[in-house]
């Protein structure tokens, strides 16, 4: 069972919104990023840790960038 991503959608007010089509990134000061979409077009963006960005990917949630 894969663990879904979740972040809080700016646009609807909506806690823990599930992220779909999520994509790991790498900040210039050296911490992760998940970019995606609520599944209704509205973009969600998150920080996350090493430990689990790197679980996202492997588990296959999101896709990673680098």
């Known amino acids: 069972m894969s663990k879904m991503l979740t972040a809080y959608c700016m646009k609807t007010k909506e806690k ?14 050296g911490g992760y990023m998940a970019q995606g979409d609520d599944g209704k077009g ?6 996350l840790s090493e430990t689990n960005a790197l679980e996202a990917v492997k588990n296959g949630v999101a896709k990673k960038s680098w």
């Open 16 to 29: 823990n919104c599930p992220m779909h089509n999520a994509v790991i990134t790498k900040t210039s000061r």
């Open 42 to 47: 509205n973009k969600m963006t998150t920080m």
